[in-house]
């Protein structure tokens, strides 16, 4: 796609920050829910949501669609709020994330969900997924591309790096993974528990072309995906440099907001900063 313009931005970032709002909303009715890194990747699935995917909400299962693998599941509630905001089902269902018998399980379900390509929870099984996809599109020659968003820390995991091999292999160019390199993990910081760096070099290694960005500007975020899609011959890889927590002061950058359950006002405290940005968001589109 085209560069954005200044206006598309302006229009993401809005989106972005409603995301933001869904998730704390979400995650305060269930009482229980991951808003740390659903709140870094909001920018992100803005983007993918309303600017790069080929989808049809209205025919979740149109061939030709791209395929989007949530490879971290515990951060669906940023995935749930993009596809209310796209026109999945209606937004008024984000509050039964995580009750009995709704279709916004904790983590996403594939049978549940019209638009959930997969299931996921256990870490480290969205890359084969996706891969395999992506293998199997090649074999049939279909033109739509797989995209898998993971964190950092299910890196990890041994079947990421056999899924990294065998994409490699294939040279599946209609594959891009999206990494939410945040630095964090539900006891820590990455570097401390399990050291990933250097994280590049390492995929690199195994025939991936990588690209990095600030995964909390909508711009650039556009700019790798519209990158990524001018590699052949080789899977691509987007390091997407985010802030856990990102929009709510107290949160960024803190790992026990992983999944850490609000205390009384914190909720509406996120809220109200998460309002701040909406109005000077508008404020400054105003002024173009």
């Not at 600017?51 to 951060?75: A, F, M, Q, T, V």
């Not at 950092?152 to 390199?181: P, Q, S, V």
């Not at 519209?226 to 802030?243: G, N, S």
Request: charge should be neutral; aromatic fraction near 6%.
């Amino acid at each position: 796609m085209p560069h954005l313009h200044e206006n598309k931005v302006k229009q993401l970032e809005l989106i972005a920050n409603k995301l933001r709002e869904h998730v704390i909303r979400m995650v305060a009715t269930a009482k229980s829910g991951h808003q740390g890194g659903s709140l870094g990747m909001a920018d992100i699935f803005a983007v993918l949501y309303f600017h790069e995917l080929r989808h049809d909400p209205k025919n979740p299962e149109w061939e030709n669609r791209d395929r989007l693998i949530l490879s971290n599941g515990h951060i669906c509630p940023v995935r749930y709020a993009a596809m209310a905001e796209a026109g999945y089902f209606p937004v008024s269902e984000l509050s039964t994330l995580r009750k009995l018998g709704t279709r916004l399980q904790g983590h996403p379900e594939r049978t549940r969900l019209p638009g959930a390509e997969s299931t996921s929870g256990p870490l480290g099984e969205g890359l084969p997924q996706a891969a395999g996809m992506a293998y199997a599109a090649k074999m049939d020659k279909k033109k739509w591309r797989v995209y898998c968003a993971t964190s950092d820390g299910e890196h990890e995991a041994g079947i990421i790096w056999e899924a990294m091999m065998f994409a490699g292999k294939y040279r599946l160019d209609n594959l891009i993974c999206i990494i939410d390199r945040n630095n964090i993990q539900i006891d820590g910081d990455t570097e401390d528990i399990m050291p990933l760096e250097p994280l590049r070099a390492k995929y690199e290694a195994f025939n991936w072309h990588v690209i990095e960005c600030n995964g909390n500007d909508i711009a650039d975020v556009a700019r790798a995906l519209e990158e990524a899609k001018k590699i052949h011959q080789r899977p691509i890889c987007i390091i997407a440099h985010t802030i856990p927590g990102r929009g709510v002061s107290y949160m960024e950058n803190n790992y026990l907001w992983h999944s850490q359950p609000f205390k009384p006002g914190e909720a509406e405290k996120a809220l109200a900063e998460l309002h701040a940005i909406e109005l000077k968001l508008k404020a400054d589109h105003a002024k173009k």
